[in-house]
Structure formats: C-alpha cells, structure tokens
C-alpha cells in the first residue's frame, strides 16, 4: 500500500525559506515520478516539480530558480527546498507519485499526500 506523508510548511516572511519533505511507503523510486503539487484557495492544483525514476528533475516557470526538488532513496524521502519564498508561494502543497513518467497536470497521479501549509506574508 502506498502512503505519503508531507511536513515541513509553516509560515514565513518573503524572502525566507522552508524545506518540504514527503516520507513515501510502498514506492519504488527508481520506477516511479515523484512530484509537487500546490493548491491555492479558490485556484486549481498546479504544477511546482517534478523527479523521474532516473533523476532528471522538471521545474514550473515560477519557481525555477528558486526551488529544488531532490530525494533519498535510502529514507524513502523526496525533499523540496523552497529559497527566496513570495507571497504568491502560499498554498497547500502536495506530493504526489505514478508510475514511471512524470507529467506537469495532476490528473496522472494515483497517489497523494495530504498537504502542508505553507504561508509567506510580505
């Protein structure tokens, strides 16, 4: 059985930093996309980044430059550092993961976390 879990979200000034984490049981990283997802009230779940089971990585126009997604394969564990955070930033970010191919929609995904906050105030 699958399971994800995410921590890390909190609140911070623009500018700040945070560091997403997403535990994942029963994937097997190396047949499988790991990827970020945010949602903003009232607004669709978007793309952030992405990680293929080989470890070419793929990035939203908005957060290139500034996030960095990578994992351990050893813990089980995808990362998601947040640097030079904007008050757009805020949102509910996901962790999601499929088989094999990434793709930037949500809607290939079979598995979900269950979201942690991430507030950035000006």
């Known amino acids: 059985q699958v399971q994800l879990q995410e921590s890390g979200g909190g609140s911070v000034q623009a500018g700040g930093s945070l560091r997403l984490s997403c535990v994942a049981s029963g994937i097997t990283y190396t047949s499988h996309c790991m990827a970020w997802f945010r949602q903003a009230p009232g607004k669709e779940r978007e793309f952030v980044s992405n990680i293929e089971s080989g470890g070419i990585t793929g990035y939203s126009d908005s957060v290139k430059g500034r996030f960095t997604i990578s994992r351990d394969i050893a813990k089980k564990t995808l990362y998601l550092q947040m640097n030079s955070l904007k008050p757009e930033d805020t949102a509910m970010y996901y962790c999601?993961?499929?088989?094999?191919?990434?793709?930037?929609?949500?809607?290939?995904?079979?598995?979900w976390g269950q979201g942690t906050q991430v507030t950035v105030s000006s």
């Open positions: 999601a993961a499929r088989g094999w191919f990434c793709y930037a929609v949500p809607s290939p995904y079979s598995y």
